[in-house]
């Protein structure tokens, strides 16, 4: 599978994706194995999160945008979180059809996954999946979050360069001082900039590009960023500006050092995640420790006792 996937077998990599997800216990160590055998001399695509609340046009931005860097003979492969539903653990999965353009072009690959209620914005996998596409020898690699909120930034730790897309008369320069998901943001996007929204989206661009001014410059940036500035997806508005910023970040960030930096940081980040997830199922899996959780869980559930007391005895019982 791993010579499959270098050479460019999208049906491969489709297989590989969905091992990488499975929750089975000897898929998992397939998966692993995969990994391992893909990271040798892997090449190194450009990783773009792009978030923004439901509606904005995240899936017609990443058509238009898509095609723009398929144009230019780059290979992209974009990676579509849908939010699965808290009841019946279902998702939609209907990002390809809103893509129908992209997904028939031959230098694209469109994957959606669904979230199975992980926090953050993306699905538990997706930093694997994003391994698996650059393996494949993808050139651009968009991560598209479900519809999210200032506190869910996940997607910033798995990717190079994060992307906020705002819809216009989306909020005035006070919302745009806001922290979290706006301290994180490389490049603001007001997209549906034509037609009737046009100076709508014109008066947001000049609100954010006011409160980005008022932000703390940050240390792994150049003059000027981070920015904001308007699109339209439909008719390609502002899609090579905001496409040359991008590389232009890109570059500033290799030439200071800051590239490397990151991708360290964010792998060290994921080791303490894989950790944490992994002790988690080890207690679940352990009769004794399940009882003694389940046990506790009664007694917070009954007020007897605080949840912060419960988790002390929890793991002073795991010591």
């Known amino acids: 599978m791993a010579a499959k996937i270098r050479s460019g077998d999208r049906r491969a990599l489709a297989r590989a994706i969905t091992l990488v997800e499975s929750a089975r216990d000897d898929h998992r160590t397939q998966a692993l194995a995969l990994i391992d055998a893909l990271r040798v001399d892997a090449p190194q695509a450009l990783r773009i999160g792009l978030s923004g609340t439901p509606g904005v046009g995240k899936s017609t931005f990443i058509e238009g945008f898509g095609l723009h860097l398929t144009a230019q003979g780059l290979r992209v492969a974009v990676l579509a979180v849908d939010p699965s539903s808290t009841r019946s653990g279902g998702s939609i999965l209907g990002d ?45 690699v968009l991560i598209e979050t479900v519809g999210v909120g200032q506190s869910e930034t996940m997607v910033a730790e798995m990717s190079d360069l994060f992307i906020l897309l705002l819809a216009p008369a989306g909020g005035d320069e006070l919302q745009g001082v806001k922290r979290g998901i706006m301290e994180i943001a490389d490049l603001i996007l007001v997209n549906k900039a ?82 944490k997830a992994g002790l988690l199922a080890r207690i679940s899996a352990d009769r004794e420790a399940s009882a003694d959780m389940q046990a506790l869980a009664t007694k917070v559930a009954e007020g007897t006792l605080s949840p912060d007391r419960a988790a002390a005895e929890m793991l002073a019982s795991l010591s």
């Open 194 to 275: 034509d037609g009737d929204l046009k100076p709508a989206a014109t008066r947001t661009q000049a609100d954010y590009a006011g409160a980005l001014r008022l932000l703390r410059k940050r240390s792994q940036d150049p003059d000027g960023f981070p920015k904001a500035r308007i699109v339209s997806a439909l008719t390609g508005l502002g899609l090579d500006e905001a496409w040359q910023d991008m590389q232009a970040l890109r570059d500033w960030r290799k030439e200071h050092g800051h590239w490397e930096t990151r991708r360290k940081a964010q792998g060290v980040h994921w080791f303490e995640e894989a950790v």
């Open 96 to 140: 390809k059809t809103r893509m129908d353009l992209l997904s028939r072009d031959p230098k694209a690959f469109i994957r959606p996954s669904p979230s199975q209620s992980h926090l953050g914005g993306v699905a538990r996998r997706t930093r694997e999946a994003v391994t698996l596409c650059e393996a494949a020898g993808f050139d651009v």
